[in-house]
C-alpha cells in the first residue's frame, strides 16, 4: 500500500482529488479522516498543510506527494519530481509599489524584500549579486510595504489582482511553479511498478485534458483539404456514407482550435459537425 501527502485543505486539494478520481482512484476527502484508503487502487492518501508535504516523502512517511513546485523548490527537499500535473499554475515574482521608478533588478540593492519564499529569493539574488534585506513574514505579504515593514515584495501571482489591489507592480518573474507529482527517491520495485500505473494513467488524463472529439459529413471532393484542416493523432478516420459523393471524417483537436476549425470546414461544404467531450485518451 502505497501512501501519497495530498494538501488537507486550500488550493490544490479539490484539483489533486479530482485528478485522482478522474484516473480511478477515489478516497474518502480529508473531513472524515486524516489517512484513507483507496477501496479502488493499492493507495493511501496522507493529508497535510502543503508545506509538510515535501519533507514527509523525502523521510519516506509518504512515498509520493502531490504539491505545488514552488514548496518543493523552496524546501529544498530531496525528491523526484516525477509529473507535471496542469493545475495550480502560479510564479514568483517581485513586486514593486506601483509609483516606484523601478529601472531594473539594482533597484533592489539596499532594499526590504518582504516574502515567505526566503531560499528562492536569496538565491536569486546571490545570482544576479544583488545585496537586499530579506525579510521574512508568513502570510500577508503584499501588505508589507504599505505597513513599513518592507519596500518590495517576492510573492506568489496567479493572476496579479492581489498585486494591483494593493498598489503592487509585478516587475520581475523568477519562478514559474505548477502543482507536480513528487516521489520518494528510493523506491522499492513493488512501489515503481505502482506508480508507474499511475503515472501511465495520469498521462492519459493530461493528454486528454482541452480535447474535443469532431466528427463532420464531408463531400468527398474536399476530403483532402479537410484533412490538412484536422491533423489527428495519427491520421483522421474517414467512413464511407451511403452517397458516393460524401464519406464522415472523425478526428480529435484541441478545445481551443474549435471555432477557427469550424468556420474552415464550414467553408469546404461540412455539415452535420458533431462536437463531443473526450474523456480519455489512451496512446
Ligand atoms: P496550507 O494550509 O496547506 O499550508 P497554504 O495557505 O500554504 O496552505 P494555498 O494558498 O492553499 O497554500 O496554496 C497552495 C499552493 O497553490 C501554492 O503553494 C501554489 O503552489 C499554488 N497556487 C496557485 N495559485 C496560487 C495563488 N494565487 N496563491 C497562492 N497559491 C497558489
Ligand atoms: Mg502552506
Known amino acids: 500500500m502505497l501512501r501519497i501527502a495530498i494538501q488537507s485543505k486550500g488550493r490544490l486539494n479539490e484539483e489533486s482529488l479530482s485528478l485522482l478520481q478522474s484516473i480511478g482512484i477515489e478516497v474518502d476527502a480529508p ?5 484513507s484508503k483507496s477501496q479502488t487502487f493499492p493507495i493511501e492518501a496522507l493529508y497535510l498543510r502543503d508545506d509538510d508535504i515535501p519533507h514527509v516523502v523525502e523521510s519516506g512517511t509518504a512515498t509520493l506527494g502531490i504539491v505545488g513546485l514552488n ?6 527537499a530531496e525528491v523526484s519530481v516525477i509529473a507535471r500535473l496542469g493545475f495550480g499554475a502560479c510564479r514568483l515574482s ?3 509599489p506601483k509609483g516606484e521608478d523601478y529601472d531594473g533588478i539594482e533597484w533592489f540593492s539596499g532594499r526590504r524584500i518582504a516574502t515567505s519564499y526566503p531560499n528562492i529569493l536569496r538565491k536569486y539574488l546571490i545570482e544576479r549579486g544583488i545585496d537586499a534585506k530579506v525579510e521574512v513574514i508568513t502570510g500577508s505579504v503584499e501588505i508589507a510595504p504599505a505597513v513599513g515593514i518592507a519596500d518590495a515584495i517576492f510573492d506568489i501571482v496567479s493572476s496579479g489582482s492581489t498585486l494591483i489591489a ?3 507592480r509585478e516587475v520581475e518573474t523568477v ?8 516521489t520518494n527517491k528510493s523506491l522499492t520495485a513493488e512501489d515503481q511498478a505502482v506508480i508507474d500505473d499511475l503515472l501511465f494513467r495520469i498521462d492519459s488524463e493530461t493528454v486528454s485534458r482541452g480535447k474535443k472529439y469532431m ?13 490538412k484542416i484536422l491533423p489527428a493523432m495519427r491520421s483522421p ?23 477557427t476549425k469550424v468556420r474552415q470546414l464550414k467553408a469546404i461544404g461540412a455539415e452535420g459537425i458533431l462536437v463531443m467531450d473526450v474523456d480519455k485518451i489512451i496512446l
Not at 514559474?176 to 513528487?182: D, G, Q
Not at 466528427?215 to 484533412?227: C, F, K, T, V, Y
Open 31 to 35: 473531513k472524515r479522516k486524516l489517512l
Open 71 to 76: 514548496e518543493v523548490e523552496e524546501r529544498g
Open 94 to 96: 517581485l513586486a514593486v
Open 166 to 168: 494593493n498598489g503592487l
Open 175 to 182: 519562478f514559474e511553479s505548477e502543482a507536480v507529482l513528487i
Open 215 to 227: 466528427l463532420m459529413n464531408i463531400p468527398r471532393a474536399s476530403l483532402d483539404e479537410a484533412i
Open 237 to 259: 478516420t474517414v467512413m464511407p456514407l451511403a452517397s458516393p459523393d460524401w464519406c464522415s471524417l472523425h478526428s480529435v483537436i484541441d478545445a481551443a482550435d474549435l471555432w
